[in-house]
C-alpha cells in the first residue's frame, strides 16, 4: 500500500501531522507493506528565494492578525507540538520562499532518503535556532546529514532547474485531487484524510485502504481539520 503526503516545511500542522501519521503507522500491522512517499506543496509559490521575514511579522501582514494573535497562535500550535513530542519554537523563527528544499527532497528521494531529510528540515525550522532560508549552506548541511552527498545537493541548489518540474508537479496533482491545504494524505489513492487528524483517525484510514479497492473519498475524522492553506493555518483557540 502507498500513503502519500503533500506538505510544506513551512506549514506547522504538517510537522504535526506527521508525528501523528507515523504513530498511526507504527501500530498498524502492516506497516512492513506501507510506502510513505512525500508530495510537494507550497503555502507560498512564487515567494522570492530573498524575502525573508519573521513568522510573527509574515503572520500580522499576510493575515492581518494583530501581533498579539500571531503570538497566541504559535503558542497554541507550540502546546500542540509538544503534546506530540516535538520540540517546537514559539519565537524568533522566521518565513520564506521553500522551493529549493522541495526540489531537494525530489533529489533524496531518488537516493532513497527522503523521510530522513523532511524530518531533518522539519526539525530545524520549527525546533533550531538557525534560519533554513537564510543560507544553502544549511541546507547542505541538513541534507549531508540525511547521508546525500554534499557536492551533487550544492548542485542541486545552484540549478534551479533541477527537480523544478517534479515539485510543480505535485502541486498540479493535488490541484485536481481537491487538494487546497496542507498536509494532505492519500491511502492507496481510495482514500484521502485531510488536516493533521489525530492518530486514531489515521489508523482507522490505514485499516480501511488496506486490501480495498475503491476510488478516492476524504475520511471525516469528526472535527474540523487542522491545516494550512493559502488563507494561513488553523489555530486551537483552547
Same mark, same amino acid.
Given at each position: 500500500? &502507498? %500513503? +502519500?503526503?503533500?506538505?510544506?516545511?513551512?506549514?506547522?500542522?504538517?510537522? *504535526?501531522?506527521?508525528? &501523528?501519521?507515523?504513530?498511526?503507522?507504527?501500530?498498524?500491522?502492516?506497516?512492513?507493506?506501507?510506502?510513505? =512517499? $512525500? &508530495?510537494?506543496?507550497?503555502?507560498?509559490?512564487?515567494?522570492?528565494?530573498?524575502?525573508?521575514?519573521? *513568522?510573527?511579522?509574515?503572520?500580522?501582514?499576510?493575515?492581518?492578525?494583530?501581533?498579539?494573535?500571531?503570538?497566541?497562535? +504559535?503558542?497554541?500550535?507550540?502546546?500542540?507540538?509538544?503534546?506530540?513530542?516535538?520540540?517546537?519554537?514559539?519565537?524568533?523563527?522566521?518565513?520564506?520562499?521553500?522551493?529549493?528544499? $522541495? &526540489?531537494?527532497?525530489?533529489?533524496?528521494?531518488?537516493?532513497?532518503?527522503?523521510?530522513?531529510?523532511?524530518?531533518?528540515?522539519?526539525?530545524?525550522?520549527?525546533?533550531?535556532?538557525?534560519?533554513?532560508?537564510?543560507?544553502?549552506?544549511?541546507?547542505?548541511?541538513?541534507?549531508?546529514?540525511?547521508?546525500?552527498?554534499?557536492?551533487? =545537493?550544492?548542485?542541486?541548489?545552484?540549478?534551479?532547474?533541477?527537480?523544478?518540474?517534479? #515539485?510543480?508537479?505535485?502541486?498540479?496533482?493535488?490541484?485536481?485531487?481537491?487538494?487546497?491545504? =496542507?498536509?494532505?494524505? #492519500?491511502?492507496?489513492?481510495?482514500?484521502?484524510?485531510?488536516?493533521?487528524?489525530?492518530? +486514531? %483517525?489515521?489508523?482507522?484510514?490505514?485499516?480501511?485502504?488496506?486490501?480495498?479497492?475503491?476510488?478516492?473519498?476524504? #475520511?471525516?475524522?469528526?472535527?474540523?481539520?487542522?491545516?494550512?492553506?493559502?488563507?494561513?493555518?488553523? %489555530?486551537?483557540?483552547?
Amino acid at each position: 500500500m &502507498r %500513503v +502519500e503526503i503533500w506538505s510544506d516545511i513551512a506549514c506547522p500542522w504538517c510537522y *504535526v501531522g506527521k508525528a &501523528r501519521f507515523d504513530k498511526a503507522l507504527r501500530d498498524f500491522p502492516h506497516r512492513d507493506e506501507v510506502e510513505v =512517499v $512525500h &508530495r510537494s506543496f507550497e503555502l507560498d509559490p512564487g515567494r522570492a528565494k530573498d524575502d525573508i521575514q519573521p *513568522v510573527i511579522t509574515m503572520l500580522t501582514r499576510k493575515y492581518g492578525m494583530s501581533a498579539a494573535q500571531a503570538e497566541a497562535g +504559535e503558542d497554541n500550535l507550540g502546546a500542540q507540538a509538544a503534546a506530540e513530542g516535538l520540540d517546537y519554537r514559539t519565537r524568533g523563527r522566521d518565513h520564506g520562499s521553500t522551493f529549493d528544499m $522541495h &526540489r531537494l527532497l525530489h533529489f533524496a528521494k531518488a537516493q532513497g532518503r527522503q523521510e530522513r531529510l523532511l524530518d531533518l528540515l522539519y526539525r530545524a525550522n520549527f525546533a533550531e535556532e538557525r534560519s533554513v532560508f537564510d543560507d544553502d549552506e544549511r541546507l547542505v548541511e541538513l541534507a549531508s546529514a540525511a547521508g546525500l552527498d554534499t557536492e551533487a =545537493v550544492r548542485a542541486v541548489l545552484a540549478d534551479p532547474g533541477a527537480y523544478a518540474d517534479e #515539485v510543480r508537479a505535485d502541486e498540479r496533482e493535488a490541484a485536481q485531487l481537491g487538494a487546497n491545504g =496542507v498536509p494532505f494524505f #492519500v491511502l492507496d489513492r481510495k482514500y484521502g484524510v485531510s488536516g493533521a487528524q489525530p492518530a +486514531e %483517525v489515521f489508523a482507522r484510514a490505514l485499516t480501511q485502504a488496506y486490501g480495498e479497492p475503491a476510488p478516492l473519498r476524504i #475520511v471525516d475524522g469528526g472535527d474540523e481539520a487542522d491545516a494550512c492553506g493559502p488563507d494561513g493555518c488553523a %489555530v486551537p483557540q483552547h
